[in-house]
């Protein structure tokens, strides 16, 4: 069974168009998150969600909106892509929002943008 | 200054080798380490977690040390199924929250 589980795995698309990806676990774990991982292989935290709250949320332009509907779902939508979009999205969860929990990873979602 | 720094490599290691990664970070009130395995073109995946006094798996041995605030794996005796790209991830500024900031990664590919 996938632990944590992402949709689609490749997004190819236009710019301006708005797109979402849908994340979800079934580790019971309380918090999830959203990484970004770019060209030159950085990967970078976006937003953070512990029980359907938001509890971190990083310098991360507006057209990027998460959303929780319950702990085991976090979703993305980004507006208006851009080029410089184009990148792998992670889904990642932990049992809790402490920094020691291990960080338990979906297999990406590869975003291209023409 | 980024948060972690890891030298990228790569490093090209003969099987059975002994290779050693190191890493360092930029705050002194971090309290969480690991060590992420990354596959290409796959998700990162946790190796190993990083305690204050050391700690082994297998092959893997991870250090840590505080004061220069530096960490080190080192594999021992590299199997081919070791290439991958190995990522040293600390936690934020002393927050409790699962704010993690993952290296550049250092990339080991091991040859037969």
């Known amino acids: 069974d996938t632990a944590v589980s992402q949709t689609p795995k490749y997004l190819v698309t236009q710019m301006g168009n708005d797109k979402s990806i849908k994340c979800e676990q079934n580790?019971?774990?309380?918090?999830m998150y959203w990484y970004k991982q770019d060209s030159k292989k950085f990967l970078k935290i976006m937003f953070s969600?512990?029980?359907?709250?938001?509890?971190i949320n990083e310098t991360v332009p507006n057209r990027f909106s998460p959303k929780s509907p319950d702990k085991a779902h976090l979703n993305l939508h980004i507006n208006s892509l851009e080029l410089g979009d184009s990148a792998v999205y992670f889904c990642?969860?932990?049992?809790?929002?402490?920094?020691?929990?291990?960080?338990?990873f979906g297999d990406g979602t590869r975003l291209s943008i023409l | 200054r980024k948060e972690v720094e890891q030298d990228p490599g790569p490093f090209n290691v003969p099987e059975g080798a002994t290779v050693a990664f190191n890493c360092t970070y930029s705050n002194s009130a971090s309290q969480s380490f690991f060590w992420y395995r990354q596959d290409c073109r796959k998700e990162p995946k946790l190796l190993m977690s990083?305690?204050?006094s050391g700690n082994e798996d297998g092959r893997f041995t991870a250090q840590l040390n505080r004061a220069s605030q530096y960490i080190s794996l080192l594999i021992r005796d590299s199997k081919l199924s070791d290439s991958a790209t190995y990522l040293c991830v600390v936690n934020g500024r002393g927050s409790t929250l699962g704010r993690l900031y993952f290296g550049r990664g250092t990339q080991l590919t091991v040859w037969p």
């Open positions: 969600y512990n029980n359907k709250e938001l509890i």
């Open positions: 580790l019971g774990h309380d918090t």
């Open positions: 990083v305690y204050s």
């Open positions: 990642a969860s932990s049992q809790s929002g402490f920094s020691n929990q291990p960080q338990h």
